[in-house]
C-alpha cells in the first residue's frame, strides 16, 4: 500500500525541492536535469547527422558543425553520462539499499546538486554565447588559441568536477559507515559495489582534471607556456593529464552501468547472481586498471616504443575483469526463469552493444591496427558502442527497473518494448555502419567527404532518426505514466535487496521500521503478493508497507 505521506508530497513548493535534504529528491532533480542535457546533446548529435547526409553543406557551415559536434561531445559526457547514473539512479537508491534515512552528508549532497546546476550553466552560456569549438578533448595547442569561448566552457566543467568528488566522497562515507547491522562487505548489493569503485575514481582522478583545465584557462588568460608550443609548452603534456583523467572517467560512466546489469539480470531472471564475489571484486580491479591505461590514446603522438608496449598490454589487462561480469551475467540467466520485462530487455541488449564495444576495444589496443584506425570513425563506433550501448542503455534498464519504486507508477511495457526495438535497431544502424567506413579510412570530425563515404553517412543518418524515435516514444510512456500509470506495488518484480521492502513511492524517512539485512539474491523467501500484487517477503512482512 502506497503511504500517504511519501517523499513526493511530504511538502510541496519551489523552495521545498530546491533546499531539499532529502536523497531522493535531489536523486529526481538530478534525473531532470541529466536527462534535460541528454535531450539537448541528442538534438545536437541529430545535427552533425543530418549534416553529413549528404556531401558538401547541408544545414550548417564548417565553424558551425565544429561547434555543434564540440556541443554534443561535451554536454553528453561532462553534464550526461558521467553523472546520470551515480548522481541520478544512485542517489535515489543507495541509501535504500543500505536501509538508511539519507546519505551520510544531506547538505554536501544538496551543494553538489546546485554545484552540477551552475557548471552546467557556464556550459551552456558559453554555446548561447558564441560556442567553442575545439571537441570536447580541448586538445591544445587548438585550444590555447582559437577565438571561441574555451574559458567559460572549461571553467563549466572544472565546477562540475567538484560535483563528482564530492558525490564520490558522499558515497564512500555512506558506504562505510550507514551499513545495517547484518550487511558485511559481502551481503552489498552488487550496485553498491560498483558506486564505490566509481567514487573511488571521481575523488583519486578527477582532480587531476581540475588542475588540467585550470593551467588551461591560466594559459589563455595569461600567456603562460604549459601546452602551446609557441610559447614553449608541450601539446603531448596536456594529453598525458587529459587521458589520466579521462580513462577512468569511462569507468565513472561503465562501472555504475555494470552495477545496474547484475541487480536487473538476477531479479529478472528470478536467480541468485552467479559469482558474486568475483563480480563484487571486478568492479574494484576496474577501477584499479582505469589509472593505468590511458596512454592507449597516445600511440601516436610520439611517446617510446616501450612505453606504448607497455599501455598496449595494460588495455588488453583490462578486459579480463569485464569479461569476468560478461561470463557470470550468463552464467545467472542460464536455466533462469527469465521474464522479459522492458528493464530484462535492455539488460540483454546491453550484454550485446557493451561486448561488440569491448572486443573492439581490443582492436584498438593493438598498436598496428591502432595506427589505422586512430582517428577514424571506428574509433567513433567503439566509443559510442561502450558509453552508449553500455552507460545510457544500462541507465534505461535501471531507469524502468527502478521506476516504480521512484514514482509508484508502472510504465506501459507493450510500449516500452517496441521504444527499446527501436532503440536498438537504430542505434546498431547508425554506428556499426560506422565500424565499416572508419576501417576504410573516413576520418572522425570530418565536415566534409569523399563520394565512397556517401552511402555509409547516409544509412548511419537514418538510423539516428530512428533511434530518435524509441527516444521521444520512452519520453511519452514515461510522462504519460506518472498522471495516468497503474500504482505499483511495494515489490513489483520481486526484488530481495532494502528498496523493494519499502513502499512505491519510498516513504520521507524511507523505512517505518528498520529493516533486516540479507542475502539480496536470495529469492526463496518472496511469495506473490495476493492482495497488493507483485511480491511480499515472509522476513520483512509489514515492513514499510503502512
Same mark, same amino acid.
Given at each position: 500500500m502506497t503511504p500517504k505521506d511519501h517523499y513526493l508530497n511530504h511538502t510541496s513548493g519551489f523552495a521545498s525541492w530546491a533546499f531539499t535534504l532529502d536523497h531522493k529528491r535531489i536523486g529526481v532533480m538530478y534525473l531532470v536535469a541529466t536527462l534535460g542535457s541528454f535531450l539537448l546533446g541528442g538534438l545536437a548529435a541529430l545535427a552533425v547527422r543530418t549534416e553529413l547526409i549528404s556531401r558538401g553543406p547541408t544545414i550548417m557551415d564548417a565553424d558551425t558543425y565544429n561547434k555543434m559536434f564540440t556541443l554534443h561531445g561535451a554536454v553528453m559526457v561532462f553534464l550526461f553520462i558521467i553523472p546520470s547514473i551515480p548522481a541520478a539512479l544512485g542517489n535515489f537508491v543507495l541509501p535504500l539499499m543500505l536501509g538508511a534515512k539519507d546519505v551520510a552528508f544531506p547538505r554536501l549532497n544538496l551543494m553538489s546538486f546546485w554545484l552540477w546546476v551552475i557548471g552546467a550553466l557556464f556550459c551552456i552560456g558559453a554555446v548561447i554565447s558564441g560556442g567553442v569549438d575545439t571537441g570536447w578533448t580541448f586538445y591544445t595547442p587548438y585550444s590555447t588559441t582559437t577565438n571561441t569561448n574555451v574559458i567559460a566552457t572549461t571553467l563549466g566543467v572544472f565546477i562540475l568536477g567538484f560535483s563528482s568528488i564530492f558525490t564520490g566522497l558522499n558515497f564512500i562515507v555512506t558506504i562505510h559507515k550507514l551499513r545495517p547491522l547484518g550487511m558485511t562487505w559481502f551481503k552489498m548489493p552488487l550496485f553498491l559495489w560498483s558506486l564505490y569503485g566509481t567514487a573511488l575514481i571521481q575523488v583519486l582522478a578527477t582532480p587531476v582534471l581540475g588542475i588540467t583545465l585550470l593551467l588551461l584557462i591560466a594559459e589563455r588568460a595569461l600567456g603562460i607556456g604549459i601546452f602551446d608550443p609557441a610559447l614553449g609548452g608541450d601539446p603531448v603534456l596536456f594529453q598525458h593529464f587529459f587521458w589520466f583523467y579521462s580513462h577512468p572517467a569511462v569507468y565513472i560512466m561503465i562501472l555504475p552501468a555494470m552495477g545496474i546489469i547484475s541487480e536487473v539480470i538476477s531479479i529478472h531472471s528470478r536467480k @541468485?547472481?552467479?559469482?558474486?564475489?568475483?563480480?563484487?571484486?571486478?568492479?574494484?580491479?576496474?577501477?584499479?586498471?582505469?589509472? !593505468?591505461? =590511458?596512454?592507449?590514446?597516445?600511440?601516436?603522438?610520439?611517446?617510446?616504443?616501450?612505453?606504448?608496449?607497455?599501455?598496449?598490454?595494460?588495455?588488453?589487462?583490462?578486459?579480463?575483469?569485464?569479461?569476468?561480469?560478461?561470463?557470470?551475467?550468463?552464467?545467472? !540467466?542460464?536455466?533462469?526463469?527469465?521474464?522479459?520485462?522492458?528493464?530484462?530487455?535492455?539488460?540483454?541488449?546491453?550484454?550485446?552493444?557493451?561486448?561488440?564495444?569491448?572486443?573492439?576495444?581490443?582492436?584498438?589496443?593493438?598498436?598496428?591496427?591502432?595506427? @589505422? !584506425?586512430?582517428?577514424?570513425?571506428?574509433?567513433?563506433?567503439?566509443?559510442?558502442?561502450?558509453?552508449?550501448?553500455?552507460?545510457?542503455?544500462?541507465?534505461?534498464?535501471?531507469?524502468? @527497473? =527502478? =521506476?516504480?519504486?521512484?514514482?509508484?507508477?508502472?510504465?506501459?511495457?507493450?510500449?516500452?518494448?517496441?521504444?527499446?526495438?527501436?532503440?536498438?535497431?537504430?542505434?546498431?544502424?547508425?554506428?556499426?555502419?560506422?565500424?565499416?567506413?572508419?576501417?576504410?579510412?573516413?576520418?572522425?570530425?570530418?565536415?566534409?567527404?569523399?563520394?565512397?563515404?556517401?552511402?555509409?553517412?547516409?544509412?548511419?543518418?537514418?538510423?539516428?532518426?530512428?533511434?530518435?524515435?524509441?527516444?521521444?516514444?520512452?519520453?511519452?510512456?514515461?510522462?504519460?505514466?506518472?498522471?495516468?500509470?497503474?500504482?505499483?506495488?511495494?515489490?513489483?518484480?520481486?526484488?530481495?535487496?532494502?528498496? =523493494?521492502?519499502?513502499?512505491?513511492?519510498?516513504?520521507?524517512?524511507?523505512?517505518?521500521?528498520?529493516?533486516?539485512?540479507?542475502?539480496?539474491?536470495?529469492?526463496?523467501?518472496?511469495v506473490p503478493d495476493e492482495v497488493n500484487g507483485g511480491y511480499r517477503s515472509l522476513t520483512y512482512e509489514g515492513v514499510g508497507t503502512r
Amino acid at each position: 500500500m502506497t503511504p500517504k505521506d511519501h517523499y513526493l508530497n511530504h511538502t510541496s513548493g519551489f523552495a521545498s525541492w530546491a533546499f531539499t535534504l532529502d536523497h531522493k529528491r535531489i536523486g529526481v532533480m538530478y534525473l531532470v536535469a541529466t536527462l534535460g542535457s541528454f535531450l539537448l546533446g541528442g538534438l545536437a548529435a541529430l545535427a552533425v547527422r543530418t549534416e553529413l547526409i549528404s556531401r558538401g553543406p547541408t544545414i550548417m557551415d564548417a565553424d558551425t558543425y565544429n561547434k555543434m559536434f564540440t556541443l554534443h561531445g561535451a554536454v553528453m559526457v561532462f553534464l550526461f553520462i558521467i553523472p546520470s547514473i551515480p548522481a541520478a539512479l544512485g542517489n535515489f537508491v543507495l541509501p535504500l539499499m543500505l536501509g538508511a534515512k539519507d546519505v551520510a552528508f544531506p547538505r554536501l549532497n544538496l551543494m553538489s546538486f546546485w554545484l552540477w546546476v551552475i557548471g552546467a550553466l557556464f556550459c551552456i552560456g558559453a554555446v548561447i554565447s558564441g560556442g567553442v569549438d575545439t571537441g570536447w578533448t580541448f586538445y591544445t595547442p587548438y585550444s590555447t588559441t582559437t577565438n571561441t569561448n574555451v574559458i567559460a566552457t572549461t571553467l563549466g566543467v572544472f565546477i562540475l568536477g567538484f560535483s563528482s568528488i564530492f558525490t564520490g566522497l558522499n558515497f564512500i562515507v555512506t558506504i562505510h559507515k550507514l551499513r545495517p547491522l547484518g550487511m558485511t562487505w559481502f551481503k552489498m548489493p552488487l550496485f553498491l559495489w560498483s558506486l564505490y569503485g566509481t567514487a573511488l575514481i571521481q575523488v583519486l582522478a578527477t582532480p587531476v582534471l581540475g588542475i588540467t583545465l585550470l593551467l588551461l584557462i591560466a594559459e589563455r588568460a595569461l600567456g603562460i607556456g604549459i601546452f602551446d608550443p609557441a610559447l614553449g609548452g608541450d601539446p603531448v603534456l596536456f594529453q598525458h593529464f587529459f587521458w589520466f583523467y579521462s580513462h577512468p572517467a569511462v569507468y565513472i560512466m561503465i562501472l555504475p552501468a555494470m552495477g545496474i546489469i547484475s541487480e536487473v539480470i538476477s531479479i529478472h531472471s528470478r536467480k @541468485h547472481i552467479f559469482g558474486y564475489r568475483f563480480i563484487a571484486l571486478s568492479s574494484i580491479a576496474i577501477a584499479a586498471f582505469g589509472f !593505468l591505461v =590511458w596512454g592507449h590514446h597516445m600511440f601516436v603522438s610520439g611517446q617510446s616504443g616501450m612505453a606504448n608496449a607497455i599501455f598496449s598490454a595494460l588495455t588488453f589487462s583490462v578486459a579480463i575483469p569485464s569479461a569476468i561480469k560478461v561470463f557470470n551475467w550468463l552464467a545467472t !540467466l542460464y536455466k533462469g526463469n527469465i521474464h522479459l520485462t522492458t528493464a530484462m530487455i535492455y539488460a540483454l541488449m546491453f550484454i550485446i552493444t557493451f561486448g561488440i564495444g569491448g572486443l573492439t576495444g581490443l582492436h584498438l589496443g593493438a598498436l598496428a591496427v591502432d595506427v @589505422h !584506425l586512430h582517428d577514424t570513425y571506428f574509433v567513433v563506433a567503439h566509443f559510442h558502442y561502450v558509453m552508449f550501448g553500455g552507460t545510457v542503455i544500462a541507465l534505461l534498464a535501471g531507469l524502468h @527497473h =527502478w =521506476w516504480p519504486k521512484m514514482f509508484g507508477v508502472m510504465i506501459d511495457e507493450r510500449l516500452g518494448r517496441i521504444a527499446a526495438f527501436f532503440i536498438f535497431v537504430g542505434f546498431n544502424t547508425t554506428f556499426f555502419t560506422q565500424f565499416v567506413m572508419g576501417s576504410h579510412g573516413m576520418p572522425r570530425r570530418y565536415y566534409d567527404y569523399l563520394p565512397q563515404f556517401t552511402v555509409y553517412h547516409r544509412i548511419s543518418t537514418i538510423g539516428s532518426y530512428v533511434m530518435a524515435a524509441g527516444f521521444f516514444l520512452i519520453a511519452y510512456y514515461l510522462l504519460r505514466s506518472l498522471f495516468r500509470g497503474q500504482a505499483a506495488p511495494m515489490n513489483p518484480y520481486g526484488g530481495n535487496s532494502l528498496e =523493494w521492502h519499502t513502499a512505491s513511492p519510498p516513504p520521507f524517512d524511507n523505512f517505518t521500521t528498520t529493516p533486516k539485512a540479507e542475502d539480496p539474491y536470495d529469492y526463496d523467501r518472496l511469495v506473490p503478493d495476493e492482495v497488493n500484487g507483485g511480491y511480499r517477503s515472509l522476513t520483512y512482512e509489514g515492513v514499510g508497507t503502512r
